[in-house]
């Protein structure tokens, strides 16, 4: 019952692998009694959080992955009644995890752990072909800030380029109360590149 990989989906946006602090929120349900629950602050398949549930075995979990390493953050011995729905409620934020079904506290309170600081969500399932979920829904709780502020350097206003042609997009940006993940470049809604520290260059 350690290093279950089981099956998921992930919400695959490069926005939502930026997310920090958030509630996750979703009603699970099984007709079988395996493994079922949710992903989240989600990078790749070597590193997320996940929340498992497993009936037949007994037991609720948190999990960290961290490079492929699975570690058990906190469980307890309580399953969940088959083709019963419940409502799982994830909150994140900064190094600290609360975990609610149906509104009651699991572990005894928050869990801290900010190995992994930021990503996206998932649902999960472990052996189980009865495992469903609805009602899902993601809340950034991030206290109201000052927007960073951003300038492109490169390209100057006006520029024409003959294609083909390589063209060097750079930016400043600055936070006065945080910090800088990443710079994206997009064209219109679409993402053409991104980068993470400074100079904060793409080709």
Same mark, same amino acid.
């Given at each position: 019952v ?20 958030? %509630? ?5 349900? $099984?007709?079988?009694?395996?493994? =079922? *629950?949710?992903?989240?602050? /989600?990078?790749?398949? !070597?590193?997320?959080?996940k929340?498992?549930?497993d ?14 390493v ?14 019963v ?8 934020v ?10 009651? %506290? ?5 869990? $801290?752990?900010?190995?992994?600081? =930021? *990503?996206?969500?998932?649902? /999960?399932?472990?052996? !189980? ?49 945080g ?8 064209a ?5 590149? $991104?980068?993470?520290?400074r ?5």
């Open positions: 350690t290093n279950r990989a089981g099956t998921f989906a992930a919400w695959d946006n490069p926005f939502a692998y930026r997310w920090r602090d958030y %509630l996750f929120t979703a009603t699970l349900a $099984s007709g079988d009694d395996d493994g =079922i *629950g949710v992903l989240f602050r /989600y990078r790749d398949p !070597n590193n997320y959080y929340m498992e549930f009936s037949q075995r007994s037991f609720r979990r948190l999990l960290r992955k961290l490079n492929g699975e570690t058990t953050l906190a469980s307890d011995s309580t399953g969940y009644v088959l083709n729905p419940f409502a799982l409620q994830v909150k994140v900064d190094g600290k995890i609360e975990v609610r079904v149906d509104g009651a %506290l699991l572990f005894g309170g928050e869990i $801290s752990d900010g190995t992994l600081p =930021i *990503g996206t969500i998932g649902l /999960y399932a472990w052996g !189980n072909p009865g495992a469903a979920f609805d009602n899902v829904r993601v809340a950034a709780l991030s206290a109201p800030n000052q927007s960073p502020l951003m300038a492109l350097l490169n390209p100057a206003d006006n520029s024409t380029y003959v294609p083909p042609a390589t063209v060097t997009l750079l930016a400043e940006a600055s936070d006065s109360d910090t800088i993940q990443a710079v994206d470049f997009l219109g809604e679409t993402l053409v590149g $991104s980068a993470a520290a100079p904060y260059l793409y080709e």
